[in-house]
């Protein structure tokens, strides 16, 4: 299924080793959603989950929740910023992030950064949302 506000440009590519995520994207950019890094946290302030395949599962609910209260989806995003507290946790990460993620994939940048004590991964993202 295609986004109506997002493409992939039909002559895109990308190495053979890349991660899921789209090289480049074409967005209609009228209606913007930004999501501030969320990360593996209930309500309450505990953290959720001690390894980064839970984490990841918990972090991007948190944002699914986000989207959900400007009327998006995962579907909507375009954009993701993902900080791991290790690299070497990129493909415990990547296979929880892909089956998550709908297609078209959304452009992505990841880093390894200092997280904020017991957090695992942080995620940013930037959506669009179809016109009501």
Known sequence: M?????????????????????PVL??????LVVLSGQVAVNPDGTVIGDEVGEQTVATLRNCAN???TAGCSLADVFKVNV???D???W???NAVYEE??????????????????GFLV???????KAKD
């Open 2 to 22: 295609t986004h109506p506000l997002m493409t992939r440009p039909e002559n895109a590519s990308q190495h053979a080793t890349a991660g899921p995520y789209s």
């Open 26 to 31: 074409e967005v209609d950019a009228r209606h």
């Open 66 to 68: 986000q989207l959900a």
């Open 83 to 85: 900080y791991l507290a």
């Open 87 to 89: 690299l070497g946790d």
């Open 91 to 93: 493909h415990r990460f």
């Open 100 to 117: 998550a993620m709908p297609k078209p994939l959304p452009v992505r940048t990841a880093v390894q950064a200092v997280l904020l004590p």
């Open 122 to 128: 942080e995620i940013e993202m930037w959506a669009v």
